[in-house]
């Protein structure tokens, strides 16, 4: 079955180019929705109950991403989806704010492919692709 | 200083040459045609944890032959197109520069880059620690990190 | 594994489904091995990428497409397409191998980081990436592709041989 992915960046570039690096990293038979910023990310993850993952900023305008996962884990409908952290303000105090919110990896930016194979390949393994 | 500069150099060879597809050589200002207006101005502030900002400066044509690179070079730019791909950039430099210049242990807070469009030449800003030029394959860029007197990095 | 591999001089592309087949290019310096791999067809193909940008020589373009990166990309997903794979390479797995640094006349641009970021920039432009790469360095690449297996076997005189 086809599988749909939310990506949430407040930059039109960054969301076209995660999802291609997605594509071309073998996730191309999947579903892309787009949401640019944490309050619009959560009104789309009610609106799609079958979300097989999110793909999420921090920095970003009106709600971020920190907030956005809080909220996420403290509701019984979304804190089961599994969130793939991309951000550019990674380092090891951020990995260690996110831990309690369970993400299910932390990528830095830019997005470098040879660099994120495995970890692509790794979460294709776990959403069952 | 020293740490500042490789910081900067490091984090905008990276980005550019991931994102943009083409490589940025440190150079001394002299050695490059000084930036001329009209150009565009991409603004991030730092607030944690020491307050300042980095700016890139870069010409409009070579802004949008970036940004056309880093977008595939397919859709027509529009002027929005290219303001989203050089916040994309400053955003992405930016957060590698904090991830070098602070502690890991400390997190570091951004703002939300904004790009204006200048029709003329600009003041120059007093606190600027550094400004650093890079050549790039089609012209160059500028780079300046400011922060507020008694917390350079 | 057939006895002989096809050999690619610079500026050369070509691709194979033949079980057991092997592409193979000798003494990448500042030049790059472009190879796609397309895991449906089994299909391989690879070409040795010597400058970035075909508008300095649009004869030698025309005649060897393989030599300009510009130019190599499009030439190498025609020739994989004859061989039944997807046009477009939806699906292929590419990979760079080669680029050593060796600077300019001025001694401001790498030639080897240019030619790999110019093929990258037309990997993207086709919506296709590298998702392996063995770039850089001050050294000489020979680099064989493997059919069967979808080895990529490097080999360097002072540095032994690896796969990636």
Redesign the interface.
Known sequence: MEKTILIIDDSRTARMFIKQCFEIAGFAGCHFLEASQGQEGLDMMRSHPKLALVITDINMPVKDGISMLRDMRADKDLKHIPVLVITSTQNAAREAELVPLQVAGILAKPLHLPQIAQTLTNLKTQLGM | MNASITALNNAVQ??L???A???A?P?AAARVEPLSAPFYVTTLEVKQPYAGSIRLMIGRELAISL?S??????DPMGDA?VQ??L??LV??I???I??HL?D???????G?PQTIFMETARPRDPDVLVRQTY?L?EGSIELELAFKKGQAA | MSEKPIMLGVGNLDGTRTPGARLKTMALGSCVALIMMDPLTKAIGMAHVALPESSTDAVKALAMPGYFADTAVTALLARMARLGCDPRGQGFIVKLVGGSNIMDGEGLFNIGKRNVLALKKCLWQSRLAPMAEDVGGDHSRTVEVHQESGHIVITCPRKGVWEI
């Not at chain 2, 690179?69 to 397919?74: A, K, N």
């Not at chain 2, 890991?104 to 951004?110: E, K, R, T, V």
């Open positions: 990276d980005t040459e991931t994102l597809f083409t490589e050589v150079v940004v690179s880093m977008l595939g070079g397919s197109s989203d791909g916040c994309e955003n992405t930016s957060g590698r904090l991830a602070v890991n242990s400390s997190s570091f807070d951004l939300i050549a394959n």
